[in-house]
């Protein structure tokens, strides 16, 4: 008995195991988060997956869920990253990604030319989360009563942190961050007094000012991190909530984020899940911070998006991805292959996208195709004479287009071929008996798909036997 339960055990998709888990009485909300500070990668993107994974399971289950994204774009700069130009030092610490201007001059500030993109490989990806911004949650002044209560309890919330994540803070240590309304800055003023009356406090900045900051209105200033999540979780009635691994740790922000959500709010903490890193293969954790990093849009220009959910939905949370955008890519782009030719599986159904053609040549075939082919029409020609029924063209030509952007970037060198227009001089001293060999090669190569010890053996068999 005790080893059939286990069996099913085993079965069970992990997004089912989490839904199985969660309040199975409450409404859920399901919140997920980035910041906009860099291009979202494919590590940020295990994120709102695995939160849209655990929202299906739950709808699945017949519970109530609804799934909420929110962009960090209220945090400040940090630094200037390999992908900015020297220009934007004088932007680092100053608040917030919203209020920097963009790259590239069409977005309306730095934080929405990198959400931009991200969102619109959301929908692609067929996530499709309620999305919320920190600056407008923060200027709305909806946060003001939370942000009262914790500059009251200040000393309360300091004793949690330094017992729970075993580290000293300053004495003058206040979990609000007052935006200087002379340099800019925040972080870095000391809190001299809070008026609750005016929801505000008075602050000195090292750059000599010293002001006033209304938590009430304006966005006027943001409380510290450790402080703003679990305020979060009790302000929006967050119920569930993927997040990374560093988070995670012992005294690590979801430790205090409990301890603080419950004692200074008298809320719950949601249902954690937490993921590991996705880390590129040879070069370590993806981070956008270090140029380590691929982007969501530029995968999405080489692999279908239920591809790229499959990346996600086979691994369960806690185990590591190292991705290999090389010959890795390609077998996991043929292992969903074979996953979507019997439809059943829960892995098929968390991953597939109606709006996504599966009736097509391998991605495979198709680096071979693109290779030989000197344009679209000679496409169709190799296809039909490699047996593929072509009929849905325009499909057809996206996974080619694709193949060649991989072919490009990532595929090794022992992939990649040109078909020469000129005979070489060596063809024309070819027997009989030489062409006749090289037509079998071609034929059992096409039969196999792939080259083979097999494939050469079965030409060779055939040559062997050939009519004198
Ligand atoms: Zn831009
Ligand atoms: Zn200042």
């Known amino acids: 008995m005790q080893q059939q339960e286990g069996e099913t ?77 020297d220009s934007y030092a004088k932007y680092i610490g ?41 600056s407008e949650l923060y200027r709305s002044g909806r946060y003001a009563d939370e942000i009262a209560t914790v500059l009251n309890r200040s000393d309360d919330i300091k004793e949690i942190l330094e017992r729970v994540s075993r580290r000293t803070l300053p004495d003058s240590w206040v979990p609000y961050y007052p935006i200087c309304s002379k340099c800019g800055t925040i972080a870095n003023a000391e809190i001299l007094s809070h008026d609750p009356e005016t929801t505000s406090v008075t602050y000195r900045c090292p750059c000599g000012h010293e ?24 302000n929006l009635g967050v119920t569930v909530e993927p997040f990374g691994k560093d988070h995670a740790a012992a005294g690590g922000s979801f430790d205090t ?13 949601p249902f954690p899940v937490k993921y590991e890193w996705i880390s590129l293969k040879g070069k370590g954790a993806m981070a956008s911070s270090t140029g380590v990093a691929i982007s969501i849009n530029e995968m999405l220009s080489i692999v279908p ?4 959910r499959y990346m996600i939905v086979r691994a369960r949370p806690e185990r590591a991805i190292n ?64 047996g593929y029924d072509v009929e849905n063209k325009e499909a057809v030509l996206a996974r080619a287009e ?8 990532y595929a090794p060198e022992m992939v990649k071929f040109t078909v020469q227009t000129d005979l070489p001089s ?24 792939e080259w083979k010890a097999e494939t050469i053996h079965n030409a060779y068999i055939l040559w062997e036997r050939r009519p004198e």
Not at 19 to 38: L, M, N
Not at 360 to 382: C, E, G, L, S, Y
Request: net charge negative.
């Open 323 to 386: 991705f290999d955008p090389g010959m890795g890519l390609l077998t996991l782009i043929d292992e969903y292959a074979r996953l979507a030719e019997s439809h059943d599986s829960r892995e098929y159904e968390l991953s597939a996208i109606s709006s996504v053609a599966t009736d097509i040549p391998p991605f495979r075939h198709m680096v071979t195709v693109v290779q030989i082919a000197q344009d679209k029409d000679t496409i169709f020609d190799i296809l039909a004479r490699s």
């Open 9 to 85: 055990q085993e079965r069970i998709h992990w997004a089912d195991v989490c839904a199985a888990q969660v309040d199975q009485d409450k409404s859920h909300y399901i919140a997920t988060g980035i910041t906009p500070s860099g291009p979202i990668h494919i590590g940020n993107m295990r994120e709102v997956l695995t939160g849209d994974l655990v929202h299906k399971a739950m709808v699945e289950r017949g519970l109530s869920s609804e799934q909420v994204y929110i962009a960090d774009d209220f945090d400040p700069l940090r630094k200037v990253y390999p992908f900015l130009p």
């Open 402 to 409: 694709r193949a060649r952007i991989w072919i490009e970037k």
């Open 257 to 269: 984020g409990k301890e603080i959500v419950d004692k200074i709010f008298g809320g719950v903490a």
């Open 426 to 449: 060596e063809v024309f001293a070819f027997t009989e008996d030489d062409r006749y060999g090289l037509g079998l090669l071609l034929s059992e190569y096409i039969a196999m798909d």
């Open 305 to 308: 998006p239920d591809v790229l």
């Open 211 to 234: 002001g006033v900051s209304d938590y009430s209105k304006g966005g006027e200033g943001k409380l510290v991190w450790r402080v703003d999540w679990p305020m979060r979780w009790h």
């Open 94 to 134: 100053m608040p917030p990604l919203c209020d920097i201007p963009c790259p590239c001059g069409k977005h309306a500030n730095y934080a929405e030319h990198f959400l931009e993109p991200f969102l619109q490989a959301l929908d692609e990806m067929d996530v499709h989360p309620t999305v919320l911004r920190s």
